[in-house]
């Protein structure tokens, strides 16, 4: 993470100290397609449902990216790999709105020793838990800033059917070089919006839930890349950045009262491949 930072400060610098190297974007559109990492800070995860309420504090998780596979370049597939996909509109010959879907991935790990506080009881052991995991029975209790081990009998949490993250954001951009063929640019941009994770969840090793798209809170994110440019029209980027997510209602379970809550920092990188369109011609002086 510390690397991100040092590298999203430094392109911020030369974009400032080059404002001056002026060029046109003003009136055209972005679309940009790009695949993606990220890193997680710690977070504490609350759990309420039929028969328990407890929290688990500090608890470690991985993103989950895609194995290098025909699925990146498969047109029916392209969605499945954590993806970044954004439109921007140039508002003047520097500055943007973006609006784009941030597919990310959270998965908590299975194995780790965390802390837990609070309660679980008879009534959670529904839902064919003590047909699935006999030892459920053992989580029964309640507890006051004991240790427990994640195992995935205990639980499975993860939003690795999406931590959507339905971002707007104002991008400015500046030129470092340029030449017939070929200009290097740099961005950075701030955006904000919705959070929708997919969650699976299992709970006391009992049935899987899966729950459906659902707006569980909101986040904010800095990002800053460079760009290099064929003739100002195709592009080929990698950016780095961070930012913070708050869950305060993840749905664990359709249709049911099941919820968790969250709140983390997160770190990315991406790279993919852009183009620029015309989508109003500038009036000649």
């Not at 709970?203 to 659902?214: A, D, I, K, M």
Request: no cysteine.
């Amino acid at each position: 993470m510390k690397v991100q930072v040092l590298a999203f400060l430094t392109l911020s610098f030369l974009s400032t100290t080059l404002v001056g190297q002026e060029f046109s974007k003003k009136g055209k559109v972005n679309i940009f397609w790009g695949y993606s990492r990220e890193i997680y800070t710690k977070s504490d995860i609350h759990l309420v449902g039929e028969g328990y309420d407890y929290t688990l504090y500090n608890v470690k998780a991985n993103d989950l990216p895609e194995e290098p596979s025909y699925t990146y370049i498969n047109p029916e597939q392209l969605t499945v790999p954590q993806f970044d996909f954004r439109v921007a509109y140039y508002f003047n010959d520097h500055y943007a709105i973006s609006a784009g879907w941030d597919h990310m991935k959270y998965k908590l790990q299975n194995g780790q020793t965390a802390r837990i506080t609070g309660t679980i009881t008879q009534d959670a052991l529904n839902d064919g838990t003590w047909e699935n995991n006999p030892q459920s029975a053992n989580y029964v209790g309640e507890y006051v800033n004991d240790e427990i081990v994640l195992s995935k009998d205990f639980i499975k949490y993860e939003h690795t059917d999406g931590l959507n993250f339905a971002r707007v954001s104002i991008e400015r951009i500046d030129r470092l070089y340029h030449s017939k063929w070929f200009t290097l640019t740099v961005s950075n941009e701030f955006g904000t919006g919705p959070v929708l994770p997919w969650t699976d969840f299992t709970h006391l090793g009992g049935n899987r839930h899966t729950n459906r798209l659902h707006v569980s809170g909101w986040g904010f994110g800095l990002y800053s890349g460079l760009r290099a440019e064929y003739k100002e029209t195709f592009y080929f980027t990698s950016n780095v950045g961070g930012g913070f997510i708050n869950l305060h209602d993840v749905e664990t379970k359709q249709g049911e009262d099941d919820w968790a809550k969250q709140r983390f920092w997160f770190a990315k990188w991406n790279f993919g491949i852009g183009v620029y369109l015309t989508a109003f011609k500038q009036d000649k002086e």
